[in-house]
């Protein structure tokens, strides 16, 4: 059975920053490309990051380009993303996904993603 598990949500102030984890297991890991979403209250949920399964394509929306990164290590079974200079915009949930697809790049469309995480709530507070 495939699991993830995010982790590193917190509340913080405006400014600092965080790193979200998320550890997979179930499923050969460093095969998939992998991505971050959220979702904020009564907002749909929308891509934030993704990475392909050999780590070397990102992909990042436009509201956390230069300012969210996002990484792979596959010999832990673990995807990261960097969070830094936070926004109080950029609170909401934050889930993990694994592609349906092996040996290719992350998209941004969730219906791509077949394992989600529980996810992890990020609060920044002005």
């Known amino acids: 059975q495939v699991q993830l598990v995010e982790s590193g949500g917190g509340l913080v102030q405006a400014g600092v920053s965080l790193r979200l984890s998320c550890a997979a297991s179930?499923?050969?890991?460093?095969?998939?490309?992998m991505a971050w979403f959220r979702q904020a209250p009564g907002k749909e949920r929308e891509f934030v990051a993704g990475?392909?399964?050999?780590?070397?394509?990102?992909d990042y929306s436009d509201s956390v380009k230069g300012r969210f990164t996002i990484s792979r290590d596959n010999a832990k079974n673990t995807v990261y993303l960097q969070m830094n200079s936070l926004k109080p915009d950029d609170t909401a949930v934050y889930y993990c996904?694994?592609?349906?697809?092996?040996?290719?790049?992350?998209?941004?469309?969730?219906?791509?993603?077949?394992?989600w995480g529980q996810g992890t709530q990020v609060t920044v507070a002005s």
């Open positions: 990475v392909s399964w050999s780590g070397i394509n990102t």
């Open positions: 179930g499923r050969t890991f460093s095969l998939y490309p």
């Open positions: 996904a694994s592609n349906r697809r092996p040996y290719t790049v992350a998209v941004r469309t969730p219906a791509s993603y077949d394992y």
